[in-house]
């Protein structure tokens, strides 16, 4: 098999100390297999909210491992410990602001709070990398509106070729 | 009385000159005493738009007088003078780009200058400073789009717990 | 005449070596005319995806040729020689995030994939300078939305008095 791989990271203290069951990292991955036509495996990881080690882990999954995608899970709030943001911008040559403003303004349709997240998007190198919140049903609003520019954002960035289960989610690329 | 501290800084050259009266300000303590049900005193303060005196008066108010929340007016244009945005990204650890996102949008039903504004928001420790525009009318419209999301953004910095007045704004906070 | 300077920057590796016409930058040359009623002349390159000479550009377009506006186009999106937000920035004093939210906004409307575009505006001195996108659609789509504003945000940095044809565009100037 020839195909993507698509990093999933939940970012949680304790979900990494086996406090609870990350129910989030394993909602983004039954999402990908229940839209993605196209083969992939996934690489999966759970750490805590240590910035040094969300950089590590993004960096590795990037440049090691060869993931073309990745979605974290976590860490997007205002608190002390979250620092997912802070993480995903030191390791992006470029980032993309319209990622984090389309899921918070779908967010703002389920909660006031959405404002608070303060999830992006950027690019490293052939690596896309978009940050999501930290429940499954707030994950599933978000990757909704953003995943039909995720494919074509992925061509751009010279990453494999991704189909999907139009059903499910259209994947948009625009006539040359 | 063991209850919250509100900043509420007035940032124009005109107003500390006393050139004109504070409205802009007054109008937004007015906003608190009329939604904000649970204890609070205010820090008011009038200052010049110079950068390095209002972040200054953002430090002195967050960490000597231990403002768990500081609201400005004035200063967020695109003119030479206008340098809150800046002085406020220079206090603060982390920004908060949804609170400007929404303001930006509810005050574009207004009037289609709204994109000009640069108003901002982030955390300084225990304190979220919001930068509000600069006059009454158009603080309402921001001041009611953003402030459900207040008092929970205070609960996860470990400032005191806020309540309102629920017919007038609803603060939300996420079940557990 | 005294009119205003307006600065078109076409910024596109094979627009500049000749392989297409610009169509994009005649584009906003015609929508300047069709919109703009107060006397101006415009300025007008078409440089390939270098950040070195778009700075270059965009600095002797404000500071030597004396524009008031420079509009860009392309360069904006997620690909590696996709550069113009990076050097719009490093050339500007301020941004106006509002004017990249409000264009993803309206372009959403049209295509998913505007999330990708990363066009943003800020202030150098005197000059407000905007990215727009690369397809002349969607430059009409985002011109239209922002136009209104660029009128006050222009006399707000000192710059000369624009008017436009009210049928076209309606600027937008509060009163004081």
Chains 1, 2, 3 share one sequence.
Do not use: W
């Not at 609870?20 to 297999?33: C, F, H, P, T, V």
């Not at 992925?154 to 070729?161: A, M, R, T, V």
Request: with cysteine.
């Amino acid at each position: 098999m020839d195909g993507a791989k698509f990093g999933v990271l939940t970012i949680s203290d304790r979900a990494s100390r086996g406090e609870y069951e990350d129910l989030s990292g394993r909602y983004i991955i039954e999402y990908l297999r229940e839209v993605v036509s196209s083969p992939f495996e996934v690489v999966y990881r759970v750490i805590p909210d240590e910035q040094g080690l969300i950089e590590e882990t993004l960096v590795h999954m990037a440049d090691v491992e060869g993931c073309c995608l990745i979605l974290t899970t976590g860490g997007t709030g205002p608190a002390p410990r979250d620092v997912t943001p802070e993480a995903t911008e030191r390791v992006c040559q470029k980032m993309l602001p319209g990622f984090g403003e389309l899921m918070r303004q779908v967010s703002l349709q389920q909660v006031p709070t959405a404002i608070l997240s303060r999830q992006t998007a950027g690019i490293r190198n052939k690596t896309l990398i978009i940050n999501l919140p930290g429940k499954p049903q707030s994950i599933k609003v978000c990757l909704d509106a953003v995943f039909p520019a995720v494919p074509y954002c992925i061509d751009l960035i010279g990453g494999p070729y991704i189909t999907t289960e139009e059903s499910r989610i259209k994947a948009f690329r625009p006539s040359k």
